[in-house]
Protein backbone atom coordinates (compact mmCIF):
# COMPACT_ATOMS: atom_id res chain seq x y z
CA UNK A 1 0.00 0.00 0.00
CA UNK A 2 1.52 3.62 -1.05
CA UNK A 3 0.87 5.71 1.79
CA UNK A 4 0.49 9.51 0.13
CA UNK A 5 2.36 12.64 1.74
CA UNK A 6 -1.21 14.12 2.74
CA UNK A 7 -2.22 11.12 4.73
CA UNK A 8 1.40 10.64 6.49
CA UNK A 9 1.33 14.51 7.24
CA UNK A 10 -2.27 14.88 8.43
CA UNK A 11 -1.40 11.81 10.81
CA UNK A 12 2.09 13.42 12.07
CA UNK A 13 0.15 16.29 13.40
CA UNK A 14 -2.20 14.73 14.84
CA UNK A 15 0.12 12.44 16.85
CA UNK A 16 2.20 15.68 17.94
CA UNK A 17 -0.79 17.48 18.90
CA UNK A 18 -2.31 14.47 20.79
CA UNK A 19 1.55 13.85 22.96
CA UNK A 20 1.76 17.71 23.46
CA UNK A 21 -1.69 17.88 25.32
CA UNK A 22 -0.74 15.91 28.61
CA UNK A 23 2.38 18.41 28.92
CA UNK A 24 0.08 21.49 28.59
CA UNK A 25 -2.36 20.16 30.88
CA UNK A 26 0.00 19.14 33.90
CA UNK A 27 2.23 22.70 33.56
CA UNK A 28 -0.86 24.91 34.17
CA UNK A 29 -1.31 22.94 37.66
CA UNK A 30 2.42 23.12 38.28
CA UNK A 31 2.98 25.41 40.70
CA UNK A 32 6.70 27.21 39.47
CA UNK A 33 6.59 30.07 41.38
CA UNK A 34 6.70 27.74 44.79
CA UNK A 35 9.20 25.46 43.01
CA UNK A 36 11.48 28.45 42.42
CA UNK A 37 11.84 30.69 45.90
CA UNK A 38 14.73 31.31 47.55
CA UNK A 39 13.37 30.91 50.91
CA UNK A 40 11.23 28.64 52.61
CA UNK A 41 8.62 31.21 53.74
CA UNK A 42 8.48 32.41 50.15
CA UNK A 43 7.62 28.84 49.38
CA UNK A 44 4.70 28.11 51.70
CA UNK A 45 3.09 31.51 50.64
CA UNK A 46 3.26 30.49 46.66
CA UNK A 47 1.78 27.55 47.25
CA UNK A 48 -1.06 28.40 50.31
CA UNK A 49 -1.42 31.99 50.02
CA UNK A 50 0.12 32.37 53.28
CA UNK A 51 2.89 31.36 55.75
CA UNK A 52 0.45 30.54 58.54
CA UNK A 53 0.29 27.36 59.44
CA UNK A 54 -0.63 25.30 62.75
CA UNK A 55 2.03 22.50 64.07
CA UNK A 56 0.14 19.11 64.14
CA UNK A 57 0.94 15.72 66.10
CA UNK A 58 -1.12 13.88 63.46
CA UNK A 59 1.76 13.83 60.73
CA UNK A 60 4.24 11.47 61.14
CA UNK A 61 7.69 11.73 59.71
CA UNK A 62 10.00 8.98 59.84
CA UNK A 63 13.54 9.76 58.55
CA UNK A 64 17.28 9.15 59.90
CA UNK A 65 18.54 11.26 62.41
CA UNK A 66 21.64 11.30 60.51
CA UNK A 67 21.98 10.88 57.03
CA UNK A 68 25.40 9.86 55.56
CA UNK A 69 24.92 10.89 52.17
CA UNK A 70 23.00 14.09 51.76
CA UNK A 71 22.04 13.00 48.15
CA UNK A 72 19.70 10.37 49.33
CA UNK A 73 17.63 10.91 52.20
CA UNK A 74 14.86 8.56 52.77
CA UNK A 75 11.86 9.88 54.12
CA UNK A 76 8.28 8.24 55.06
CA UNK A 77 5.16 10.90 55.54
CA UNK A 78 2.02 9.52 57.18
CA UNK A 79 -1.13 11.81 58.41
CA UNK A 80 -4.03 11.29 60.43
CA UNK A 81 -5.61 14.06 59.51
CA UNK A 82 -9.10 14.35 57.77
CA UNK A 83 -9.89 15.51 54.00
CA UNK A 84 -5.82 15.97 53.18
CA UNK A 85 -5.62 18.01 49.65
CA UNK A 86 -1.65 17.95 49.15
CA UNK A 87 1.55 16.95 51.23
CA UNK A 88 4.51 19.22 50.46
CA UNK A 89 8.25 18.51 52.04
CA UNK A 90 10.37 21.91 52.62
CA UNK A 91 14.28 21.49 53.48
CA UNK A 92 14.53 24.71 54.87
CA UNK A 93 18.37 25.20 53.83
CA UNK A 94 18.57 23.82 50.80
CA UNK A 95 18.57 26.71 47.42
CA UNK A 96 15.18 25.59 46.56
CA UNK A 97 13.31 24.57 49.62
CA UNK A 98 10.28 23.00 48.40
CA UNK A 99 11.33 19.85 47.94
CA UNK A 100 8.18 18.19 46.82
CA UNK A 101 4.28 18.41 46.97
CA UNK A 102 2.05 15.40 46.58
CA UNK A 103 -1.53 16.05 45.55
CA UNK A 104 -3.87 13.61 47.66
CA UNK A 105 -7.06 12.54 45.95
CA UNK A 106 -10.11 11.93 48.09
CA UNK A 107 -10.18 8.74 49.53
CA UNK A 108 -6.78 7.66 49.18
CA UNK A 109 -4.52 7.22 52.07
CA UNK A 110 -1.90 9.85 53.13
CA UNK A 111 0.55 8.02 53.46
CA UNK A 112 3.96 7.83 50.88
CA UNK A 113 7.67 7.05 51.29
CA UNK A 114 10.40 8.78 49.03
CA UNK A 115 14.25 10.14 48.88
CA UNK A 116 15.05 13.82 49.05
CA UNK A 117 18.12 15.53 48.21
CA UNK A 118 19.40 17.35 51.12
CA UNK A 119 22.54 20.38 50.55
CA UNK A 120 23.16 20.72 54.31
CA UNK A 121 21.98 19.66 57.91
CA UNK A 122 18.41 21.38 57.91
CA UNK A 123 14.73 21.02 59.48
CA UNK A 124 13.04 19.11 57.06
CA UNK A 125 9.19 20.24 57.16
CA UNK A 126 5.99 18.56 56.16
CA UNK A 127 2.80 20.59 55.66
CA UNK A 128 -0.14 19.22 54.97
CA UNK A 129 -3.14 21.12 53.50
CA UNK A 130 -6.69 20.08 55.10
CA UNK A 131 -10.06 21.79 54.08
CA UNK A 132 -9.44 23.27 57.59
CA UNK A 133 -6.10 24.76 56.71
CA UNK A 134 -2.33 24.19 57.00
CA UNK A 135 -0.92 21.86 59.50
CA UNK A 136 3.06 21.62 59.76
CA UNK A 137 5.71 19.18 61.68
CA UNK A 138 9.56 19.09 61.37
CA UNK A 139 12.35 17.10 62.39
CA UNK A 140 15.98 18.39 61.91
CA UNK A 141 18.30 15.72 59.70
CA UNK A 142 22.07 15.84 59.94
CA UNK A 143 24.09 15.68 57.01
CA UNK A 144 27.42 14.40 56.88
CA UNK A 145 30.09 15.54 55.17
CA UNK A 146 31.88 13.01 53.26
CA UNK A 147 29.49 9.97 54.50
CA UNK A 148 32.16 9.49 57.49
CA UNK A 149 28.60 9.47 60.00
CA UNK A 150 30.42 11.96 62.60
Not at 53 to 60: E, F, R, V
Amino acid sequence: MNIGRRFFLRTGIALTALAALPRALLAAAWPEKAFSAPAASGALIDLFGSEQTAPSDKISLKAPEIAENGAVVPLKIKTTLENVESISIIVEKNPRPLTATVEILPGTLPEFSCRIKMRETSDVMIAVKTDTGVYTTAKEIKVTIGGCGG
